[in-house]
Nanobody, 115 residues
């Protein structure tokens, strides 16, 4: 059974930091490109960052470059998103995605940036 379980969301003030985690099971994690997406209220889901199977290459949305860092630990079947210098506009539900022959999604974790 494929599972992607996100954690680490919450309420944070502007300028603060959060670290999201996504624990994967039920499929070949090390053979999957992993990504973090987000969906803000009234907006479409967008790609925030992704990371290749080996972790050697990453890409980011322009809106988060220099503030967010994606990483993975293939030994722990976990992908992370370190979010620094958070802004109001980062408020969204953040989803973990795994892509290989199929595409899998987690249930999401909510991040709220508010003063």
């Amino acid at each position: 059974q494929v599972q992607l379980v996100e954690s680490g969301g919450g309420l944070v003030q502007p300028g603060g930091s959060l670290r999201l985690s996504c624990a994967a099971s039920g499929f070949s994690f090390s053979r999957s490109v992993m990504g973090w997406y987000r969906q803000a209220p009234g907006k479409e889901r967008e790609l925030v960052a992704d990371i290749t199977r080996t972790g050697l290459s990453t890409s980011y949305a322009d809106s988060v470059k220099g503030r967010f860092t994606i990483s993975r630990d293939n030994a722990k079947n976990t992908v992370y998103l370190q979010m620094n210098s958070l802004k109001f506009e980062d408020t969204a539900v953040y989803y973990c995605n795994a892509a290989n022959a199929a595409s899998y999604w987690g249930q999401g974790t909510r991040v709220t940036v508010s003063s």
